[in-house]
């Protein structure tokens, strides 16, 4: 049946059991064009048969041709082409006919679909992939740290600084850093750290402030209203 111009496609996703070599073109006009059909589908790769279908049923004025591949591929790639083709006025009508397959072809498509998963999952990866062995399966190696001795050295001589330090002192409940010590070497880092410090010394004091005049009884106004 014709599609219309603003009708959309129909899509149908095909499995690797649907897919065959062999393919069945309908739609074909009745004018003895055997030959350019042929012609035209081997464009698309190399072909071992196409002979008309006399025995089954066709629209008026139109024949049906059975057309074999030389590969799965070419016969996929011919379809997703062909299919819809105008052809001499008429529209071809391409399909699949994996009823014709032997257990031959049928090995042979399922050995090539395979090396065509691999292939496109080894694309992806530097390592090709292989099926799963003893190897892939074995435990990796278990690898050891090992640190050098300046590593080691200079982690106890950080440690040391801290313990001789001690500016702070550890509670149960919070962090208590004394004021009165510098603990970083450089004097502009103690003089933001300083910075900081008054600041928050500034706001804490505005707080209690605030927090003192609000405590004060308002002003009771015994003025005689007129």
Not at 10 to 22: I, L
Not at 140 to 162: D, G, I, R
Request: aromatic residues 8%; glycine residues 4%; contains cysteine.
């Amino acid at each position: 049946m014709p599609r219309y111009k603003d009708e959309p496609v129909a899509v149908r996703v095909y499995t690797v059991c649907d897919e065959s070599k062999y393919l069945i073109v309908r739609n074909v006009p009745s004018l003895g064009c055997g030959d350019e059909l042929f012609k035209l589908f081997s464009t698309y790769g190399d072909i071992e048969e196409c002979k008309p279908m006399d025995a089954v049923d066709s629209e008026p004025f139109t024949d049906v041709y059975w057309i074999k591949f030389h590969q799965v591929n070419n016969a996929r790639f011919a379809k997703r082409k062909l299919d819809e083709f105008v052809f001499i006025g008429n529209r071809l009508q391409v399909s699949y006919a994996p009823q014709f397959e032997t257990l031959a072809d049928i090995k042979e498509k399922l050995e090539g679909r395979r090396k065509e998963v691999l292939g496109r999952l080894n694309s992806g990866r530097g390592k090709p992939f292989k099926d799963v062995d003893s190897e892939a399966l074995a435990p990796a190696p278990s690898t050891t740290v090992s640190h050098s001795p300046q590593l080691l050295q200079s982690c106890q001589s950080f440690t040391n600084k801290c313990e001789e330090k001690g500016p702070i002192v550890h509670s149960s409940s919070q962090l208590i850093v004394s004021a009165d010590k510098e603990y970083f070497p450089s004097n502009s880092m103690n003089q933001t750290v300083q910075l900081v410090r008054d600041k928050l010394d500034k706001i804490q004091s505005s707080t209690q402030h605030s927090k003192a005049t609000s405590s004060k009884k308002p002003r009771i106004d015994n003025r005689r209203r007129i």
